[in-house]
């Protein structure tokens, strides 16, 4: 089953903060997230594996929580290039992907 | 490096057309996947191969779907009498091989009209 996004569009300033949430109604083995800009093609961005990871990538880090069955992408002092749409994948026992509808962020100068 | 290259970036035809769309993967991915993704949606799963064989068809939406990767490299998705709810983006990616969490490497995508 696809896993909901929240929320489906944020406006931002350049330099704020921002949540992206991904809840599931199926047990996790792993959230793949990934951006994507318009017309362009999806992004990878990090993978968190079920244990309760938390993992960074400079200003863009995300958190696993396999007994809520969510993740949180986290977002901080936002810039003009993270601007896209949010996609976060859920992976069960196999290869296989599920994506969510996206969350639409606009960062504005 | 190269990444996933697919062919044609756009393909227009009509309702009850034959359609063959192309996936390069990055040479030496073992696995290979396939996305459909419409307007205002994530990608949606078609199918997934590991090496030759189809893994995992599942996604495919009716038998008017095949693909196919004879030698384990590039990759054609097949369309027979092609419906006018077809129309979207055809993605496909690519994994190295090892775990089953690897990251996919998407490439930019066939955008599929019919008309």
């Known amino acids: 089953q696809q896993p909901v996004q929240s929320p489906q569009a944020v406006i931002l300033r350049e330099g704020e903060d921002a949540v992206i949430n991904c809840s599931s109604s199926?047990?996790?083995?792993?959230v793949h997230w990934y951006r994507q800009k318009h017309g362009e093609a999806p992004v990878f961005l990090m993978i968190?594996?079920?244990?309760?990871e938390q993992k960074g990538h400079e200003k863009i880090s995300a958190s696993f929580n396999e007994k809520k069955q969510q993740s949180s992408l986290y977002l901080t002092a936002s810039q003009l290039s993270y601007s896209g749409t949010y996609f976060c994948?859920?992976?069960?026992?196999?290869?296989?992907?599920?994506f969510g509808k996206g969350t639409l962020l606009t960062v504005n100068p | 490096g190269a990444g996933v290259s697919q062919t044609p970036s756009n393909k227009v035809t009509e309702k009850g057309k034959y359609v063959e769309l192309r996936c390069d993967p990055i040479s030496g991915h073992t696995a290979l996947y396939w996305y459909r993704q419409s307007l205002g949606q994530g990608p949606e799963f078609l199918i997934y191969?590991?090496?030759?064989?189809?893994?995992?068809d599942s996604g495919l939406p009716n038998d008017r779907f095949f693909a196919v990767r004879p030698e384990g490299s590039v990759s054609t998705l097949k369309i027979q009498r092609t419906e006018r709810g077809d129309s979207a983006v055809y993605l496909c990616?690519?994994?190295?091989?090892?775990?089953?969490?690897?990251?996919?490497?998407f490439g930019p995508g066939t955008r599929l009209t019919v008309l």
């Open positions: 199926k047990a996790l083995y792993s």
């Open positions: 191969f590991q090496g030759t064989g189809a893994a995992d």
């Open positions: 990616a690519s994994s190295p091989p090892g775990l089953a969490y690897n990251e996919q490497f």
């Open positions: 994948g859920i992976g069960g026992s196999n290869y296989k992907l599920t």
């Open positions: 968190l594996l079920k244990g309760g």
